[in-house]
């Protein structure tokens, strides 16, 4: 069956950077598009980012465009978000989406 397993969560300050993984199996991860999408305290879920299936396309939130970057490694069947510049008002859950299927997510937390 379809698995998403994210890492890479954490604690950083604001300005600093994490890099999210996701390791996904169960599919044909290279014909599919994938996404990132969050969910901060007390809030619904909000979509950041999303890439096509090979890399051709890469569409992101206004409140990331310029300091995330999504990419993937097709032939380790691995999504990755690279966040920098972080904000406070990153902190959330995030998590990586195959249509409507999601993982466990993995904590971010930007406090200074």
């Known amino acids: 069956q379809v698995q998403l397993v994210e890492s890479g969560g954490g604690l950083s300050q604001p300005g600093g950077s994490l890099r999210l993984s996701c390791a996904a199996s169960?599919?044909?991860?290279?014909?599919?598009?994938m996404s990132w999408v969050r969910q901060a305290p007390g809030k619904g879920l909000e979509w950041v980012s999303s890439?096509?299936?090979?890399?051709?396309?890469?569409t992101y939130a206004d409140s990331v465009k310029g300091r995330f970057m999504i990419s993937r490694d097709n032939a380790k069947n691995m999504l990755y978000l690279q966040m920098n510049s972080l904000k406070p008002e990153d902190t959330a859950v995030y998590y990586c989406t195959y249509g409507s299927t999601r993982g466990q997510g993995t904590q971010v937390t930007v406090s200074s």
């Open positions: 890439i096509g299936s090979f890399a051709s396309t890469t």
């Open positions: 169960g599919f044909t991860f290279s014909r599919s598009a």
